[in-house]
C-alpha cells in the first residue's frame, strides 16, 4: 500500500469513525444536557446557562456537528427574534443508555483515575 493511500480498517474501525464524533468532553456534556432536561429540549442560552464553562463559540461548533452526526436534532422556528431549539434524535437517545454507563464507570473510578493523577 502506498503511503497516501488511507488503510481500510481504519475506515472501518467504530472507535475511530463513530465515537470520534461524539467522544470529546463538549459533545458528551451537551448529549448528557440535553436528555437530563424536563422537556428533552433546550434552547442555545439555556444549554450555555448549564454549561457556563464553554464557550459560546464552542458550544456553537459542537451543536453543528452534534447536529451533522446525526445526534442532535436543531430545530428553527420561523418568528422574530428567531427562536432555535435543540433535542436529542432518535440515534442520540440510543446513545444515552452507553452515556450513562460511562458516566456511572467515571463515578466508580474517579479516585483511582484522576486524583492520583492530581497527587
Given at each position: 500500500?502506498?503511503t497516501?493511500?488511507i488503510?481500510?480498517?481504519?475506515?472501518?474501525?467504530?472507535?475511530?469513525?463513530?465515537i470520534?464524533?461524539?467522544?470529546?468532553?463538549?459533545s458528551?456534556?451537551?448529549?448528557?444536557?440535553?436528555d437530563?432536561?424536563?422537556?428533552?429540549v433546550?434552547r442555545?442560552?439555556?444549554?450555555?446557562?448549564?454549561m457556563?464553562?464553554c464557550?459560546?463559540?464552542?458550544?456553537?461548533?459542537?451543536?453543528?456537528?452534534?447536529?451533522?452526526?446525526n445526534?442532535?436534532?436543531?430545530?428553527?422556528?420561523?418568528?422574530?427574534?428567531?427562536?432555535?431549539?435543540?433535542s436529542l434524535?432518535?440515534?442520540?437517545?440510543?446513545?444515552?443508555?452507553?452515556i450513562?454507563?460511562?458516566?456511572?464507570?467515571?463515578?466508580?473510578?474517579?479516585d483511582?483515575?484522576?486524583?492520583?493523577?492530581i497527587?
Amino acid at each position: 500500500m502506498a503511503t497516501n493511500e488511507i488503510n481500510p480498517n481504519y475506515l472501518a474501525c467504530p472507535i475511530r469513525q463513530v465515537i470520534s464524533r461524539f467522544g470529546d468532553k463538549w459533545s458528551m456534556l451537551v448529549l448528557y444536557t440535553l436528555d437530563a432536561s424536563d422537556t428533552g429540549v433546550l434552547r442555545f442560552s439555556e444549554l450555555h446557562r448549564q454549561m457556563t464553562d464553554c464557550s459560546q463559540k464552542m458550544l456553537s461548533a459542537t451543536l453543528k456537528n452534534l447536529e451533522q452526526y446525526n445526534l442532535v436534532h436543531r430545530e428553527v422556528y420561523p418568528v422574530v427574534p428567531p427562536r432555535v431549539e435543540y433535542s436529542l434524535t432518535n440515534t442520540g437517545k440510543s446513545l444515552m443508555p452507553a452515556i450513562y454507563s460511562l458516566i456511572d464507570w467515571a463515578k466508580l473510578h474517579f479516585d483511582d483515575v484522576v486524583i492520583k493523577q492530581i497527587i
